[in-house]
C-alpha cells in the first residue's frame, strides 16, 4: 500500500502560481502512474494531470493546459504540479493519486491510492 502526502497549497491571489509536491512512501512509486485532481465543493472530482511511471508521458485536463505542470523525481518518491497563471476556477481541494498502471489515465476509478487533499484557493 502506498501512502500519499500532500503539500504546497495555500491562499493566493488571482495570476500566481503555487507548486504542489506529493511524497509517497513505498516501493511502487516508481512504476506506477501518478495523477492530480481537485474537488472544489458541490462539484465532481476532476482530472488535473498525469504522469507516466517514468515521467516520459503526461496529460492533462483541458481546464489547466498550458498553466499547469506535472513532473516526477522517483529517486525522492515526489510528485509535483505546478501552476501557473491561476485564476478563482481554480480554487478547490487537489488530491494527489497513485495508479496501478504505467500510463497515466483521465479516470478517478483507475487510481488506488489518493492523499488526503491540499486545499488552493485563489483570490481575485
Known amino acids: 500500500q502506498v501512502q500519499l502526502v500532500e503539500s504546497g497549497g495555500g491562499l493566493v491571489q488571482a495570476g500566481g502560481s503555487l507548486r504542489l509536491s506529493c511524497v509517497a512512501s513505498g516501493r511502487t512509486f516508481s512504476s506506477v502512474a501518478m495523477g492530480w485532481f481537485r474537488q472544489a465543493p458541490g462539484k465532481e472530482r476532476e482530472f488535473v494531470a498525469g504522469?507516466?511511471?517514468?515521467?516520459?508521458?503526461?496529460n492533462y485536463g483541458d481546464s489547466v493546459k498550458g498553466r499547469f505542470s506535472i513532473s516526477r523525481d522517483n529517486a525522492k518518491n515526489t510528485v509535483y504540479l505546478q501552476m501557473n497563471s491561476l485564476n478563482i476556477e481554480d480554487t478547490a481541494v487537489y488530491y494527489c493519486?497513485?495508479?496501478?498502471?504505467?500510463?497515466?489515465?483521465?479516470?478517478?476509478?483507475?487510481?488506488?491510492?489518493w492523499g488526503q487533499g491540499t486545499q488552493v484557493t485563489v483570490s481575485s
Open positions: 504522469i507516466s511511471w517514468n515521467g516520459a508521458s503526461t
Open positions: 493519486a497513485g495508479a496501478s498502471v504505467y500510463y497515466a489515465v483521465p479516470f478517478p476509478a483507475s487510481y488506488g491510492n
